[in-house]
């Protein structure tokens, strides 16, 4: 009887050498097939060929070395469950020591007189040089002699770096030649890429630093690759499968609106976005559009001249926002504008009376209201619109695919635009909103002052109370964020209802209030309109005042805790001031006490371009922390690296999307096709067609 015939999609068990307890192992580090075992690339590489003798050995970096261990021991410190086991070592040449802590059973391994390679960090304590907690792996004694570059990968405790490296070369052996070369020759011949089985061997394997970079490139190549024509793909289908959108001119109402109504100039870059806005709605293909503007760029006005546009097509406009309190925020900017238009709009939130949403309902069905302005009321299915035209998203990654599908799905095929305040990296952009027209809006409108951001260490917190009194004796009004609620027993972070009782005792002259997430809704709206009114000079607060809301009149910011936020997230929390004519002020108290948090604090005060920051932001946290999503295959790549491979990912939307203009299927690109669906086709919501 013949063996059956082995594939990629094996069950990691069938590879030689892995028995039911490493499966379970592997599997705890996400490798279930074969094929994952071929894509688990090393975090990186020792090269034994230039190790550091020990006597050369510097204190503050990281040095990888081949020694022996000449004695360990184990000892307990009098802190509890703190043991510490110190191997001394030697080349032959010098002495040092390796210290590990709470590691058991390591000593049953680092026996005295076998050989160890270690990587770590080096330190000189008590004038002895010591690796401190190092990577090890115990050699053979034939390896001592055998020179290489040795692949170091992420693992789990009970998987060794030694069996698992023999259990990927073997799989390397085994199923390597039946991974097809999914590049098409054309595009792999124009842009000198090597082929694919060649180039996984060299990842896992190097044999030299430039062979190992050529196969890093092809693997990063293909990863974008792949995503930029899934998008392509799925950006294609959608124009292909939507009914024809109105197509909805600009008109009386924009004339009107900017010859009458508009209190200033528009900037630049928001007549060139207004106008890719009216261009899209002006044509029977559905607008899906992205609009980045940087705090205090203008987004609402844009928002109001689209659906003024939509107005005077003839249609309906709903604009959807993620709070409360941004809502009606909203509704009080826009409006008037419309009432002195004679437009009827309306604001739909949760806290609204039944009787009054009814007539809301009956307004939207009937099509006497034209624009809706409200939160995720709108998406209720008592709600429907006559003839909606444009929907609006703010602060669209607020909202889930679903609740925009279900927003849209309000309108035959209506026009959408999706806004978001929180600047994204250009990289970004092209990964995870690959499928979408961006406009973006980084000019901001004439008078706007640059914010005055420092940082300052709690133990200066006399002379920023004197400051903040000084500020509010001259009619200006602070916020003070917090990053907790209330204290915590098990996180030593300031707490809003403890700083607000605080700060109420320090300036009994001014009225200090308290915003946060639990509050009930009137509660919330109650505070916000005091510290509006003036009623309020302080209000401490949540990072629930994070997006949006709009107070002329506050012109300092303090953030306390401040490493505890993201810096997309400090961005936007000191736009909520500097949005009068008044010098304002960002003021974090934080103690950073590792080298990332002062890069993060420092990249923060250096610069006030949201873009900036955010690309800082993706530097230090990644991607799916900064653009809030954590989407497999998206933002996470086994190789590809979104700073350093920019331009990589240009080349690649390049490629995917004009292969796809020339062939929709992918019908000439079998191989190609087939991988697609095979590693994206869920992620990117593709069907396959026959």
Not at 148 to 171: D, E, F, N, S
Not at 498 to 504: K, N, S, T, V
């Amino acid at each position: 009887m013949n063996a059956p015939q082995r594939q990629l999609s094996d069950p990691v068990r069938y590879v030689k050498g892995v028995g039911p307890a490493r499966e379970v192992l592997l599997g705890r580090l996400g490798i279930t097939s074969a094929e994952d075992l071929l894509f688990y690339f090393p975090r990186r590489y020792e090269d034994r060929r230039n190790v550091t003798p020990l006597a050369s050995l510097r204190a503050g970096e990281p040095a990888s070395a081949l020694a022996r261990v000449v004695a360990l021991e184990r000892r307990r410190t009098a802190r509890k469950n703190l043991s510490i086991v110190t191997a001394l070592l030697t080349d032959g040449k010098a002495m040092a020591k390796a210290v590990w802590f709470n590691r058991p059973g390591i000593e049953r391994l680092l026996q005295s007189g076998v050989l160890v390679a270690l990587y770590g960090r080096v330190e000189v304590r008590g004038g002895a040089v010591q690796f401190t907690n190092p990577e090890y792996e115990v050699l053979d004694e034939a390896e001592e002699n055998a020179p290489a570059i040795v692949p170091v990968y992420p693992t789990t405790a009970g998987l060794a770096q030694k069996p698992l490296r023999r259990v990927i070369r073997t799989a390397l052996d085994e199923f390597l030649p039946l991974l097809d070369d999914h590049l098409p020759d054309d595009i792999a011949r124009r842009l000198a890429l090597p082929e694919l089985r060649r180039s996984v061997t060299e990842l896992h394997f190097p044999t030299g630093r430039e062979e190992w970079r050529t196969a890093r490139r092809r693997l990063a190549f293909d990863e974008f690759f792949l995503l930029q024509t899934g998008l392509a793909m799925r950006r294609h289908r959608a124009g292909a499968a939507a009914a024809t959108a109105p197509s909805l001119k600009r008109g009386a109402l924009v004339d009107a609106y900017l010859e009458r109504y508009l209190p200033f100039t528009l900037t630049g870059d928001q007549k060139k976005v207004t106008e890719e806005i009216f261009a899209d709605m002006a044509g029977t293909i559905p607008m899906n559009r992205l609009l980045q503007g940087d705090v205090g760029s203008g987004k609402t006005v844009v928002a109001v001249l689209a659906l003024l546009a939509a107005l005077d097509g003839g249609h309906q406009g709903a604009f959807l926002a993620p709070t409360e309190i941004l809502a009606k925020q909203h509704y009080d900017r826009i409006q008037p504008v419309f009432e002195a238009l004679g437009v009827p709009c309306v604001l739909l939130v949760g806290s609204l009376p039944q009787k009054e949403k009814r007539a809301v309902h009956e307004g939207l069905e009937s099509g006497a209201v034209s624009v809706a302005i409200g939160t995720h009321a709108l998406l209720s299915e008592e709600v429907s619109f006559a003839r909606l035209g444009l929907a609006i998203v703010d602060e669209q990654h607020r909202f889930g695919v679903l609740q925009k599908r279900a927003f849209r799905s309000k309108g035959e095929s209506p026009h959408v635009l999706v806004m978001t305040a929180t600047p994204i990296p250009r990289t970004l952009t092209l990964t995870v909103f690959g499928d979408l027209s961006v406009s973006v809006l980084s000019e901001l409108p004439p008078g706007r002052k640059e914010v005055r951001t420092t940082a300052l260490s709690p133990k200066k917190l006399p002379s920023l109370l004197a400051f903040l009194k000084e500020r509010m004796e001259a009619g200006e009004r602070v916020f003070w964020i917090c990053p907790l609620i209330e204290e915590s027993e098990t996180m030593d972070l300031a707490a809003a209802t403890a700083r607000y009782e605080d700060l109420a005792k320090t300036f009994p002259a001014f009225g200090v209030g308290l915003l946060h997430g639990r509050m009930v809704a009137a509660e919330k709206d109650r505070v916000m309109g005091e510290f509006q009114s003036g009623h309020l000079s302080l209000l401490v607060s949540t990072s629930v005042v994070e997006v949006g809301v709009d107070v002329p009149q506050a012109t300092v910011m303090v953030v306390e805790d401040a490493t505890r936020f993201g810096l997309s997230q400090l961005h936007q929390l000191r736009g909520r001031v500097g949005r009068g004519d008044r010098e304002s002020h960002c003021v974090l108290l934080a103690s950073p006490t590792t080298p990332e948090a002062r890069e993060r604090v420092k990249a923060f005060c250096s610069t006030s371009s949201g873009f900036l920051i955010a690309e800082a932001d993706l530097k230090l946290r990644g991607p799916g922390e900064v653009c809030g999503v954590r989407q497999s295959g998206i933002t996470d790549f086994r190789v590809a690296d979104l700073i350093r491979d920019r331009e990589l990912l240009d080349i690649a939307r390049r490629e995917g999307f004009a292969l796809v203009e020339r062939d929709p299927d992918l019908a000439s690109e079998p191989l190609l096709r087939a991988r697609l669906f095979a590693s994206l086709g869920r992620s990117l919501s593709l069907v396959e067609t026959a």
